[in-house]
């Protein structure tokens, strides 16, 4: 089978051996993947316990073509994975044997993958195949991150960092769908633009000198704020949490905070919440909403397997909205 694979010289679409499942796998004939942050910071050599080669991608849609008996209900229908391995017993935070989907484990980008028949879920009827391999990562991410961390409900007023990624993309859609009202933040006027159209009331260019000032003036503050950034942003959006406000991590694209402002922290009793993948429980529930608010993932590009590398650098250049997808078919 052709697969996109990460060696110590770089991405390389290559000529594989077709997978064969093991006892407990189901064997998927991938029709689309897409790219997460993730798949690019193993490609930088920023990711713990890189092991190469290994064929990348956590995200994927297709169709079940081979199934172990107690699976057999899976062949010939479409699918997507849950591409979280080995959450463990409690539901608070994963356990130590946790992993994601597509290193070390071989992933998506590839014609064929194998997974355990517990991971896979029958893919949402309203999506098209790249919408559906867009959803799982982002979809699970957001919707722990909004839903079951944040515990945004209907009348919080929202506010979601770094528009654009397919994460906060999903967020946004999430908040909406729980009747929350949202705002955004991106150094794109024109991604301001498209998440207005997606739904938020307004949004700020954290390239303007006075977008804190600009929020705060519009919003008496938020009950809810969702963060990818991190850096030295952080300190700006506890200026602009509600007192007893939620402020969620889900990464720290600008690093870690440089000097952190405790007094404003505990004098407004605000909640920072850590917030990575979820459990399998998450996953199912995320599908639920997807389907019964019709949410449809935002793509952004689609490529081929031979050109996943000008997939990856269009995600290094942070030039997309929404998910960058590869066709593996």
């Not at 992993?99 to 879920?121: D, K």
């Not at 982002?138 to 515990?151: E, K, N, P, S």
């Not at 998440?195 to 000198?209: F, I, K, P, S």
């Not at 300190?235 to 509600?242: E, I, V, Y």
């Amino acid at each position: 089978m052709n697969a996109v694979v990460l060696t110590s010289s770089g991405l390389e679409t290559q000529t594989v051996p077709t997978p064969t499942p093991a006892a407990g796998e189901v064997r998927i004939a991938l029709s689309a993947a897409a790219l997460n942050h993730r798949d690019q910071y193993i490609r930088d050599g920023k990711y713990a316990k890189i092991q190469l080669p290994c064929v990348l991608g956590s995200d994927g849609c297709g169709v079940v073509d081979m199934a172990p008996d107690e699976a057999s209900h899976l062949l010939g229908q479409r699918v997507v994975i849950d591409p979280s391995f080995d959450w463990g017993t409690n539901p608070a935070a994963q356990g130590p044997h946790f992993s994601i989907l597509g290193m070390p484990r071989q992933g998506t980008f590839a014609e064929y993958v194998c997974v355990p028949w517990q991971n896979v879920h029958l893919a949402p009827s309203h999506l098209t195949d790249a919408e559906a391999a867009a959803l799982p990562l982002a979809g699970l991410t957001a919707y722990r991150a909004i839903m079951v961390q944040g515990a945004v409900k209907r009348g919080d007023v929202v506010l979601v960092t770094g528009i654009g990624g397919g994460v906060a993309t999903m967020v946004l859609q999430f908040a909406l769908a729980a009747g929350a009202t949202v705002w955004v933040t991106s150094g794109s006027d024109a991604k301001l633009e498209r998440a207005r159209e997606l739904g938020a009331r307004g949004g700020a260019n954290y390239h303007v000198d006075t977008w804190t000032a600009d929020l705060a003036n519009a919003v008496s503050g938020f009950d809810c704020i969702v963060d990818s950034v991190g850096g030295d942003l952080v300190n700006d959006l506890t200026g602009l949490a509600r007192a007893g406000g939620r402020i969620v991590f889900y990464g720290t694209s600008r690093g870690s905070v440089p000097s952190l402002n405790l007094h404003r922290i505990y004098w407004k009793q605000l909640h920072l919440v850590g917030s990575t993948m979820g459990t399998p429980d998450d996953f199912r529930a995320m599908l639920d909403v997807v389907r019964q608010h019709q949410l449809r993932p935002v793509v952004d590009s689609v490529y081929t397997l031979a050109q996943a590398e000008q997939a990856f650098d269009r995600m290094k250049q942070s030039e997309q909205l929404g998910k960058i997808v590869i066709s593996c078919n």
